[in-house]
Structure formats: C-alpha cells, structure tokens
C-alpha cells in the first residue's frame, strides 16, 4: 500500500484524533454521536476519499454540519476544517433543490419576488416544498418578512469629521433585500468616521455557495466580484458569511468586517461622546463567520460598550451556532430548529432588551424566535444599535 | 440485531451502517482499529441495564465509550459487537455544596464539572490535560490523573461511589454520598477498570477547593540533562507543587507553530511549575511565594536560562493553555501521534530521557516529550506518518522498548493512560505468571462470559489472539 496524496488527504491526516473539538460542536452537543462531530466527520471525509468507506457513507453526516467553524477554533493542531468541508462538499453530489434554493437567495430580485409570492401564499412556512425536497422533515422557517422602508435624518453635516477616503461596501444579496437598511446605517456609519462609500453595481460574492460546496462556481463568483470592486480601496462588509469568503481570496488584505473597520477607524471615541444614552441592557450574539470565520469577537462588543450607558451583558454560549447557517435551517430544520431554542434560551436568560449581532442570517432566524416567542427581546444588527444611539435625544440629564 | 437494540431503546438511539461503524473503530489511539455491528446511546441507567441485558442473553460483546479520548485503545470494540456510548447522559443529577460533592452522568465532559461549581469556590480536582472533552465515566475507568495530581492524587482519590450497570444488566450502587461504608472495598476495583467490570452511569464525586493562593513559573534550560536533575531535586527539598511538568524541544516547535509562543534562545526543555495553597488567605499567599522562591533558586542552581513566573490570572492561563494544548498542536508536526505513557522514579528521568532519544533515532521516528515530570510519568510523543506501515511498525517498536525501560529502571508500564489493548503484552514484563492468573480471576468473576470489553488489559486471551491479527496496527 503505496501512501495516499491528495489535498483531502493532506488537509485531514492534519487532525490527530485529540477530541478537543468535541465539545465545541453544535452538532456534537445536541446530539452525543461521534458521526456528527468535527473528528468523525474529518475521520470520515479521509476515509472516503482514500476508498475505506463510500462517498454516500459520509454524505448524510457532512449534510448534517453547519459549517460553523466552531471547531477550528477549539482545535490545537490547526486543522483547516472550513477547507475540508468546501472540498468534501464538492464531491459528494450535488442536489437539484439546493442548488435552486441557492440560485434564489443570491439574486436579489428574484428573492424579493419569492417574498411577494411568499405572501399569496397561505402557509406560514415559505421554503415548504424545498425543505421537504432537502431534508424530508417539516419545515421550520418562517417566510421572510418584506422590510418595511425606513427612513434616517441626513446627517448633521456640522458634526462629521473632512472625508479622508473612499471605500467600497458589500451590499449582500441578503442583505440589500431583507435589511436593506442596515447597508443604509453603515455608510452613515463611514461617513461618521470620514469614508465615503464608492457606489458601484455589484453581484454575488458567492459564499453560500461556496459553503454549500459549489466551489468552482463560487470562486468564479468571487472573481466577477473583486473585478467589479477594482481599485485599492478598502472592501466593508456588513454580513458575516460573505466577508469570511472574501477573506479567504485574493484581495483579502482589502477586505474588513464594518465592525473591525469603524472600531479602527475610531468610532468608538465618536460613540462616546456623541452617542446618548437610554440603551439598557444588550447582549450580542458572535455569528459563526465572525467570531470562528474571522476571528472577530471584541470588536463588536468594544463598540457596543462604547454607548454611553449601555451595559452589555455576556450571552451564555454566545459562540454557538444558532442552526441559521447559511441555508442549513431549510435543509436541516430539525437540528437547526434545536439550535434555535437552545440560543432564545440563553437570550432571554440574560435579561437583555437587545440582542446584537452581525449577519443577515442569523439576524433572520433569531428574529423570528423572538416573534414566536412573544416579542420580549428585540433583534438588531449591531450597526442598528449604534445608530439608534446617535438618533435619540440626548437625554439632559 | 440494529431493529431488536431499536426497539429496546428508540430507533434514533442506534448508529449502524458503514459510516457510524467507521467512525467507532478506534479512540484517540489511532493505530488498532476495529468496527462494532452498532452503537446505541442510552439516555438513563435503565436504558444501559437493557442494552447490557440484551448482549448478555444473546452473547454480544460490548464496549463503553465517553468522548473517544482513550490513548491505548480502551474504547476499540476488539470483537465487534456493540459500543455504548454515554454521550447521552451528560447531565449533573444533584450538587451537595455543604457536604461538597455532586452526583453527575458518566458521559459529562470533566470540565463541566468544575465549572458548575466554580461560583461556591470549589472543582473537582483530577484535570487530565482532555479535560474539557473526556467524560467522567472515561476518567473513572483509566484513573486518569493530571498535571496536578502530584498533590491532589488522581481520579480514584475523588469518587465517593458509583451507580452501574454490571456485565448481566443488573444495576448496582457502590460507595456513595459518604466515604466509608462496611464490607469489600469493591469499588476500588472499579475505578481503573477501563470498562472491563461493568459499566459507570453515574457517579457522586468529591469537591475540593479552589486554591486561595497559586503561583506558576515558567522555568527554560539550557539542556534536557538540567531540567530532569532540577526535577528530582525539587522534590527532595519537600516542596510538594501542586504540579510539575516538562516539555521538550519537539513541543516547544509545535507550540510556536500553533500559538505563536515564543520560548528564550537556547531553551532545550522547559519546567513548569505551580505552587499552591488554600488556607485561608493571609498565610497562603506567604506560604505559596517561599516555595516557588525555594523552586527559583534550585533552577537557578542548574543553569536556568529563564524564569518568569505570572503576573495574574491570565499570564497564568496561558501558560497552561499551552501546556493543555501542547499534545494536540503535535499535529502540526505530522500526521499521526500516539503517547506513550510509562512510569519512573523521579531520581531516573535524566537517565531516561537520554534513552528515550536513543530509541527514537534508532528507530527512525520522532519523538517530543511532554509530561507529568513530577509524578515520574512519561508521555514520549512519537510523530508520524500512519499511512507508511513501516513508519506505523517503528513506532510501535520504539514505543515497546520504552516501557520495557521504564520497568527495568524499576517503574511501571503505563501511569494513567491504561493498558487498553496499546500495552496488555508487556504487562508480564512487571507481573508473574501466578499475579496475571490472580487478576485474570478478579476479571472473570465480574466478567463471566468475557462481554464486556474484550481484550482488554490482560494479556491476550487465547480468544482474542486471531482477532488481534485482524486490527493490530492496521492504522490506515
Ligand atoms: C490530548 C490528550 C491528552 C490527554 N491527557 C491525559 C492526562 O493528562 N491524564 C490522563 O490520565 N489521561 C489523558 N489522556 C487520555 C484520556 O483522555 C483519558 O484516558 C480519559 O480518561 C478518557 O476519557 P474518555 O471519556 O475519552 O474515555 P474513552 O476513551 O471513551 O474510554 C476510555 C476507557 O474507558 C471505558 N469507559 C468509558 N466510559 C465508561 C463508562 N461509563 N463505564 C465504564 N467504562 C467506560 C472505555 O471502555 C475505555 O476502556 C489524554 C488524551 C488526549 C487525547
Ligand atoms: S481538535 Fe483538531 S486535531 Fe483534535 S480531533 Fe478535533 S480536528 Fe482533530
Ligand atoms: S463546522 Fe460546526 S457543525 Fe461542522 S463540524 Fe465544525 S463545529 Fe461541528
């Protein structure tokens, strides 16, 4: 037996079986069973591709995985997990639903006509029949809701600090149709800290796809992308998922969380003497492409707690998946839908009013726990909440 | 078999199929492997009795598994059959602060345990470096112990009594909320089993108090030679560290590679030390600062390069970390690990290490060392590729050689990893024919019919020696 060599190969001899990833694992967690770990699932992924087990043998267990990246975080031996994933992704088949449910979340027109559809449509659930097509199991998200429009001030032109330079900002194909105001919020946010975003018409950076393993489609995605954004300006992104994949290629030196980037750039000087108070209590939830993805955990927090009386008060778990993942709670409702209920317990167990966070999907499926659960906890970008600082009144007190 | 187990328990409890078998045929000791038929993961002690019933009436070996963290391969199913896993029954079912116990699941992560009662200033003090992933029910059948079992002893000094299942299905209850108790102390027998007496489901363990006081130094040397010799003579001086531990050159690289630690110019070996105390504040905190002084200057004696000791909580934490860490960022390194573990006299580490080197170049395999230097329990981490079966063959050679050492220089072939099927061929080097045919016994009454874990611990059974061609090192 001559010593196997592929790029799987390699990237999973990487793991050594030490466990340390075990408990970090939603997957994991919920469930106790060693196939739906980070170490099984690595340990399958070699044996498929070195002909011990099939490829269908593992299918159902990297189905099962959100992708959250908790795992590389928790692992000592520096297994690049995310990789693995995307490649194994790649060649256990791919599947017609996903494909189309991929294809409609990532254009934006399209999506904002499946949510006018979605309205003529008695069901509450929207994704009814792919969710069945994908997973076999009983729907559990919500349709989205068309955002209401909403309005902002202009800015108090007297306040802003000279532009000192220009940016591009990821709109999101999520982002620009479920939230669109948030891409609003974050180019007040720049212009507070002298940016200017260089509007350009842009297309999908392909993310979702890629973390579904479409990855040849996904990196030409990415290209299209970055030659549409050419100039070497700084790329701000406002969505988790999307700002994790573009790190990963070739421009990634240009390209910033919003929250990395304005905390740089000195917003928090600018919360703290400009931002009013009468936000109480806040907790933040770490979506899984910031805080494993990016390795971004303080920033968002430091620019929260830079609000003048905001107390923020630490989410129980608050690095564990929330069961979102991209299209994971169509795809898997069942687990994502534990995962939801695990997170709401821990949100409203923190006695918070607000809980924060920094990607589209998360936002999404958090918010609608907080509908069927009465309300008690409101769901914001994290941008949201420091805008609404500089929005209210400063209390005289 | 997958209906009939289905059926006893609930159809979503049972893992068959080639992937779930794939993926429970081997623990973190990567070089045998064996498939089970199944896996079931009970959620109550009843569950587990009908599960072991069930094997029993119908002559199936089973195999307990916690979190698959074994280093000698304790959780293989060497016959088949079908592995329980207590990933299920992970919950803590009462805590007793005034008495300072709590009665927890076998499948409970170690560390959880602690954490649940950090708040009341207490923890349960075994904390194998796989603490925040190896289960209760796992520590209790290797006896695990730790960096800080040099003062606070391993896991057997820390569990009051047990709930389990034995090899007919039938649940019993040893020792309990209380120490003591009249009639045999069979519970001791229990506790370092690795599985091989029935199966823990629960278990009321002892709350030991947070230290009030800690110092932790970090000590570098020059070479391997004035690190081993500063070990034995730190015990000498009667400073009992509450732990004591060294790592090697091969670690340090490893640690650079993962964590971007960096370590003085010139280090060959590192000590790292803490001292600790939890009388009530005051003399404590004096207490804890003469030893770590008296440490200090013994290191300085032998050509420390550098000591830094902690400034706060944080330093203190990262300097564990990397120790806790150290094994698994081995995987930077190369595809494969397997620890060894193996016990000496203190007084023979610098004799040892020297062996331990000699071994592995002659061997052609690469060797870092981390490990419990106080206790005189090695941990010689060789680093390789498992898919060259020669590599896999040098290993497991070098590895023996090893041990056979260790028990000439008048210590023991393992300290807290187990036997597991990794070491049942060398225990003769330390018994005779007449001790194993004892122990052998001991097993069997407990063990009638050999269901439970299989081939384990002893040296090999006449039934097991065909099947033992089938998986030992088979690694890839
Ligand atoms: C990186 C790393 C560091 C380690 N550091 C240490 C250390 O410092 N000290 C140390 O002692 N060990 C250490 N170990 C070894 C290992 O973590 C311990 O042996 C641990 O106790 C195993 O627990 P587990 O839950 O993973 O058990 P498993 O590996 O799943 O099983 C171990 C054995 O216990 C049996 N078993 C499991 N659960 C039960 C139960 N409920 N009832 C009866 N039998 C059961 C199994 O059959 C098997 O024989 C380390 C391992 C790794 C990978
Ligand atoms: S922590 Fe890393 S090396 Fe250890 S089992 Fe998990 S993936 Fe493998
Ligand atoms: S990505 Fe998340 S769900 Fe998938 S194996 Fe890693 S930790 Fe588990």
Known sequence: MGIHVSQLTDLTTQCIRCGFCLESCPTFVLTGEETESPRGRIYLVRSAEEGQVQWQDAKPHLDKCLGCLACTTACPSGVKYGEILELARSKVGKSLPKKALLTGMTRPNLLRIQLKLGRLFPSKRIPALLSRLLSGQTPEVDKPQLPAKKSFPSLDESKLPPIRGEVFMLEGCAMRVLYPHVNEITRRMLRRVGFQVREIGQGCCGALHAHNGYLDEAKAMRSRLYSALSGDIPIIVNSAGCGSWLKDGDRSGWVFDASEFLLQEGLAEILAREGTGGLTRVTYHDACHLSHGQGIRSAPRELLKAIPGLELVELEESDMCCGSAGIYNIAQPKMARELLERKWKNIESTGATIVATGNPGCHAWIAQAAREHGQRVEVLHTLEVLERSFLRPRSTS | MVSELGRILSPEQVLSGPGAQRAYDCDAYSVDRSKPMCIVLPESTEQVAAVVRWCAANLVPFTGRGAGTGLSGGALPALGGVVVSTKRMNQIVEIDIP?????????????????????????????????????????????????????????????????????????????????????????????????????????????????????????????????????????????????????????????????????????????????????????????????????????????????????????????????????????????????????????????????????????????????????????????????????????IEAGEEIIRKCVSLGGSVTGEHGVGVEKQDLLPLMFTPDDLRLQAMAKQIFNQGNLCNPCKILPTEKSCVEHKKRWRGVAW
Request: glycine share 10%; with cysteine; charged share 20%.
């Open chain 2, 99 to 395: 008495n300072r116990c709590l009665k927890a699941q076998a499948g409970i992560a170690n560390k959880r345990l602690s954490d649940a009662v950090k708040d009341q200033g207490l923890h349960f003090a075994p904390d194998p470096s796989s603490q925040s992933v190896s289960t209760l029910g796992g520590n209790i059948a290797e006896n695990a112990g730790g960096p800080h079992t040099l003062k606070y002893g391993v896991t057997a000094q820390h569990i009051l009594g047990v709930t389990m299942v034995d090899p007919e299905g039938e649940i019993l209850e040893l020792g309990g909320k209380v120490p003591g108790g009249p009639g045999f102390d069979f519970f001791s027998l229990i506790v370092g089993s690795e599985g091989t007496v029935g199966l823990v489901t629960e278990a009321w363990v002892k709350l030991t108090p947070l230290p009030t006081a800690v110092q932790t130094a970090l000590i570098a040397f020059p070479t391997i030679r004035d690190a081993t010799e500063t070990v034995a003579e730190i015990i000498a001086s009667g400073v009992i560290p509450a732990a004591l531990e060294m790592m090697d050159r091969g670690i340090l690289v490893a640690l650079e590679a993962a964590f971007g630690l960096k370590y003085p110019e010139g280090t060959a070996a590192l000590l790292l030390v803490e001292c600790d105390s939890n009388l009530s504040a005051e003399p404590a905190g004096e207490l804890v600062q003469r030893e770590i002084e008296t440490v200090a200057a013994i290191c300085q004696a032998h050509n420390a390069i550098d000591i830094s000791i902690a400034q706060d909580e944080a330093e203190r934490q990262k300097l564990w970390h990397a120790r806790k860490k150290g094994v698994g960022a081995m995987g930077r390194l190369a595809p494969s690990i397997v620890t060894h573990d193996g016990v000496i006299p203190r007084s023979k580490l610098p004799e040892m290490l020297d062996f331990v080197y000699e071994v592995a170049e002659r061997h052609g395999v690469k060797v870092a060392n981390l490990f419990h230097a106080g206790d005189g329990n090695l941990h010689p981490c060789f680093y390789f590729d498992d898919r060259d079966p020669k590599q896999v063959h040098a290993v």
